[in-house]
């Protein structure tokens, strides 16, 4: 079954506009992590944001925000004041424990593209 | 911010040849490194997982005596390739976490672009 969930392969948003992301995900673990990397077509992974299980507040980070809900177990990336530099693919990954061990599981990502 | 390094950056060789990746932690020592490969369009799957001073862990399906991985220090981890054939061509991607224990997200290396002929 899958771990993480990317419902959009993707996206299209206008320069200047916010985009929202959409990421579910599925763990018994009551400690996790969520991240969000952007891969331009160059391949490196950036890393965005990230969100801890137990973190109250929603991360912020500059123009990235990460809409957490817990009970729905949704993490979406939100993205204010599009730039063209964001065209790229986006993926949402978790971090969980596993055998003494943290492993990282990535969805299928969102390729997104900004539109001037 | 921490940095990782991964080299190089573009294989591109005949069948049969044992290929080596390197990835390096330059500002931070890394006690676990994980080992990603990516098909074009598609996500990350994570290959094995890179413990220093242990045997890697590998993930179901991925063949050990095919990709071979040594992490013999805290600042460095290697992928070797053996014998590859061109079902291999790839993306791999390394990432490192650091020692402290707590929040710490992944540090990407840019990746390798292995092509075999």
């Known amino acids: 079954a899958q771990k993480i969930t990317q419902t959009q392969p993707g996206m299209f948003v206008q320069e200047k506009e916010a985009v929202t992301l959409d990421c579910t995900y599925d763990t018994s673990d009551q400690s996790y992590g969520l991240f969000w990397y952007k891969q331009p077509s160059s391949g490196e992974m950036i890393f965005l944001i990230y969100?801890?299980?137990?973190?109250?507040q929603n991360a912020t980070e500059g123009r990235y925000s990460l809409n957490f809900q817990k009970a729905r177990k949704s993490a979406n990336l939100v993205i204010s004041a599009s730039q063209l530099g964001d065209s790229a693919m986006y993926f949402c990954a978790m971090r969980e424990r596993t055998s003494g061990t943290y492993k990282y599981i990535f969805g299928t990502g969102t390729r997104l593209k900004v539109l001037a | 911010g921490a940095v990782v390094s991964q080299h190089p950056s573009r294989v591109i060789c005949k069948s049969g040849t044992s290929v080596k990746i390197e990835c390096r932690s330059l500002d931070f020592q890394a006690t676990t490194m994980f080992w990603y490969r990516q098909f074009p369009k598609q996500s990350l799957m994570l290959m094995a997982t890179?413990?220093?001073?242990?045997?890697?862990?590998?993930e179901q399906g991925v063949e050990k005596d095919k990709f071979l991985i040594n992490h013999a220090s805290l600042t460095l981890s290697t992928l070797t390739v053996t014998s590859a054939h061109p079902e291999d061509s790839s993306f791999y991607i390394c990432s490192a976490r650091g020692l402290e224990a707590g929040y710490q997200p992944q540090h990407f290396g840019d990746g390798t672009r292995l092509s075999i002929l």
């Open positions: 890179s413990n220093e001073g242990s045997k890697a862990t590998y």
């Open positions: 969100q801890g299980s137990y973190d109250e």
